[in-house]
């Protein structure tokens, strides 16, 4: 159904792959044991991931079992892979190749763009009567969770008066805080989450798109 160059070797695609490379052939096939070409989106995507993984092998980048198995249980929720093929709709080998395939890439993510500790913050309960005002030990207690290294524990203050979470609360003391200071903590903290995931973000977008721009793709069709 199509055929792609890169870095100077043509490969052809056929349709099972295409369609292999999201679901299975018993899935998509009609009554009769038919199934409908893949879309040109189905086959751009089989490419690109191709692409990426062919980088991978180039940078020499590989997969133990148990990297397998972490990466399932982390981003699935399962390692069997049994589960996975009955939740998907695909077969027990496919579950497989596709763990393996994205515990890849995410590797190759890790390698080129960093392995950020940004994480998306929780928002601080709610107060149960309501009162945004009132204060408690579980709200510094987040604060200070949130606040991370900037926080000196040993001292009861910030190590930096000009880091982020410093300017924030100013002068504020944290053997309380009340509701609507843990608000705040949680703003600064997404902002910094949300600055982070977007230069990451914007990073590996300039690296696949400079590997998609030596690739060359010819997608095939039935005229009548």
């Known amino acids: 159904v199509a055929s792609y160059s ?11 792959e295409a369609i292999e490379s999201q679901y299975s052939l018993d899935t998509v096939k009609d009554s009769d044991g038919n199934y409908t070409a893949p879309s040109a989106d189905v086959i751009l995507s ?14 020499g980048i590989t997969v133990s079992s148990k990297e397998m198995k972490q990466y399932a249980e982390y981003s699935i929720g399962t390692s069997d ?5 009955t939740q998907y709709g695909v077969s027990k080998d496919q579950a497989k190749q596709i763990v393996r395939q994205s515990a890849t890439l995410q590797k190759l993510y890790k390698k080129k763009v960093g392995d950020s500790s940004a994480s998306m913050p929780t928002a601080p309960t709610e107060p149960a009567d309501g009162n ?10 987040y604060i200070i969770n949130l606040a991370g ?3 000196d524990s040993s001292k009861g203050t910030w190590k930096d008066a000009d880091s ?3 300017k ?4 504020d003391a944290f053997t309380a805080a009340t509701y609507k200071q843990a608000m705040t903590a949680y703003y600064t903290a997404y902002q910094q989450y949300s600055s982070q995931a977007s230069s990451a973000s914007s990073k590996w977008t ?7 721009a030596k690739a060359n793709i010819s997608i095939y069709g039935l005229f009548a």
Do not use: C, H
Request: charged share 35%; net charge negative; aromatic share 16%.
């Open 6 to 16: 890169y870095n100077g070797k043509k490969s052809d695609i056929t349709a099972r």
């Open 46 to 59: 089989y490419v690109r991931n191709q692409i990426l993984l062919d980088a991978a092998e180039d940078e």
């Open 206 to 212: 300039e690296y696949a798109n400079g590997l998609y």
């Open 149 to 151: 290294d900037e926080w």
């Open 132 to 141: 945004e005002e009132t204060a408690s030990k579980d709200y510094a207690d």
């Open 164 to 166: 982020t979470y410093a």
């Open 81 to 85: 892979y049994k589960t996975m093929a």
């Open 168 to 171: 924030a609360f100013a002068d």
